[in-house]
Structures are given as C-alpha cells and as structure tokens.
C-alpha cells in the first residue's frame, strides 16, 4: 500500500514496486489521480496488479477500510510507502496555529495512523514488512522559512525510529528515503508552495528547479524516479538486516548529511 499515489514520489513508488512484482493499493484523498495511476498501471502491467483507493490519511476510518480493502483484494499487506505530504512556507511570525496543526496532522498524525494500521495487520500475518516512510532534507536540515514543515518532518523521522525499535522483534522494518526538493511531477511544487520557495530564494518560480539543482554536491536534479528506486532498495529483501535508517536521495546536501 502506498500513500500520497496519485502524482509524484507516491505514483513513481507505486510504479517501480509494481514492475519489481507487486501488487499495489495506491491510496491517495485525490480519488481520480489514483485511478488513473491504477489504471495506467494495470493496462501496463497486467489485470490486479493495481487497485486504487480514497484515503486521507488524517481520517482513521478511512485509513482502516483502505487497509481492510487491500487485505480483502490480496490477502495481507508487506508493503507499506508513507508518502502523503503537504508543504506551507512562512516566516516564523506568520506561521498560524492552523498551518502548524495542518503540517502536523498530515506528515505526524497521518504516517503515524498508517503505520500503526500497517503494524496491526503484519503482526497478525505473522512473516514480518517493510515500512518506508518518504521523508525531507528538511528533517535534518533547518528550513527557514518552512519550520512548520521542517518540524513536522522532524517528527516524521523520528516516529520511524520509534516504532522501527518496537516492531524489530516482529521481522518489521521501518526506514526513512529523504529526497532534496523534487520538482517534476510534484503535486506540492505545482501549488502555492512553488512561489512561495521562489520568493524566498528571491528567485522566478521558473527558476526553482535549477536553483535546487545547482545547490547539490552532485549537480544534479532529484526525479520522483530517483526516490522511488531509494524506497524500492529499502523495502526489498537486498536490505533484509537494515531498520531505523535513513537513506539520503538529495544530491548531496552537506547541512542533511546523518549525524
């Protein structure tokens, strides 16, 4: 099952995890990307291969069908991509409680509801998971202009080493892919979020990308594809022995390096 499904990191995940030989619920609160990624997907891939679900995951009742369709469909769950988000720039000043509590009840309370729900059904199946939680630079490196979502993210990270020790036992493992800003096919970067980052680099939206691009140690563009082969990695059996980990997929940005 995967999160955030209908565009970007989500989609791409959903993508590679199929051509690898999954089956993948792609759930997503934008119910119509989701089908037409599911249906991309199974013209490509083949009948069942894709099933498209509307999930909030700020909704636990929704959270909970989506999970118990996805059992119904396939018979269990071994693969669980948190990759739902959501981004707000602001000054420090001019962060409202309101977009605090909104970061907050998507990126902690969301991956947080999805993951518990992931962990009851694989401690009930008994052979263990995967648990891949679709981070940010931002977690390790201050945002300014974004602590809403920097802390948030913050959060995020750590909630996955959290229950990466609890469900150890269990043959669960939990890991964190944070990619640098990715642009391309971005359901966020295609909103308000786009210039508001702009504005505060003192930048043209149109100059967003290659001003990312350009603060990398590599040089290089992050692509939803990029993320998602990172998230593959660590949800397969090459990183059976691997939990609590993150994995950078951002260039190099020295300011995120794990310490």
Known sequence: LVTGAASGIGRACSEA??????????????AEGAEETAAAIVAHEGDRRALALAMDVTDEAAVERAFAETVLAWGGVD??????????????????????????????????????????????QGIGGSIVFVGSKNALAAGKGAAAYSAAKAAELHLARCIAEEVGADGIRVNTVNPDAVVQ???????????????????????????????????VSIQPEDVAQAVLLLASDRLAKSTGNILNVDGGIAAAYPR
């Not at 995890?17 to 934008?30: F, I, K, S, Y």
């Not at 605090?100 to 009930?124: H, P, Q, S």
């Open 79 to 124: 693969i669980v991509v948190s990759s739902a988000g959501l981004a707000s720039a602001a000054s420090i000043e001019e962060t409202t409680a309101a977009v605090w509590d909104r970061n907050f009840d998507v990126l902690g309370r969301g991956y947080f509801t999805v993951a518990r729900e992931a962990v009851k059904i694989m401690r009930r």
């Open 185 to 219: 096919g971005s359901g966020i970067f295609s909103s308000e979020w786009r210039h508001d980052r702009a504005a505060g680099y003192g930048i043209d939206p149109s100059q967003l990308e290659e001003h990312y691009r350009k603060r990398t140690t590599l040089g």
């Open 17 to 30: 995890l199929v051509a690898a030989g999954a089956h993948v619920a792609l759930a997503d609160r934008n």
